[in-house]
């Protein structure tokens, strides 16, 4: 199975924590799939939501493609998702728990055809990313000190 990532939205991690992920396709026009196989897509401040039993994404930015004419698209369209009426259900049920929301991770092609991976999320608290941070630090110098005793020892 062929997957080119088109853009993955990494603030979406370090703001929210990230429960389930989902695998959704999109509804796009013919402009825009020639803009995503550019690469010009981006996820920062996007989201999904469900509205009358259908999924749809909010936000998502795709550059018009260069070599349009008048019939190029919006940039920041709505844009529908596609996923059965059970998974979305089920999602429903999820989603009305206090705090969580659908989160857009990656944007990707999959067999030719653009998917975008969605998160089941829940907001990060201030100190929660602070932490992140302070582990994720401790653990680039514990790796780096391990690396030095290695080479050290090579030496002798």
């Not at 389930?20 to 920062?44: P, Q």
């Not at 749809?56 to 190029?72: A, E």
């Not at 944007?107 to 829940?122: P, T």
């Amino acid at each position: 199975m062929t997957v080119k990532i088109i853009t993955t939205n990494r603030k979406a991690r370090h703001d929210y924590h990230i429960l389930e992920t989902m695998e959704a396709g999109i509804a796009l026009k013919g402009t825009e799939v020639k803009s995503l196989r550019a690469g010009r897509a981006n996820l920062k401040d996007s989201y999904a939501a469900v509205e009358n039993e259908e999924l749809f994404l909010f936000g998502m930015h795709i550059s018009p493609y260069d070599f349009g004419n008048i019939y190029n698209h919006e940039p920041t369209r709505t844009r529908k998702l596609l996923m059965h009426k059970k998974e979305i259900r089920r999602l429903i049920g999820k989603i009305e728990e206090r705090g969580m929301t659908l989160v857009p991770l990656k944007l990707y092609f999959s067999k030719g055809r653009a998917k975008v991976e969605l998160g089941l999320a829940k907001g990060k608290r201030q100190y929660d990313r602070r932490a992140d941070i302070a582990k994720r630090d401790a653990d680039r110098e514990m790796k780096r000190a391990l690396k030095h005793s290695r080479d050290f020892r090579r030496e002798f």
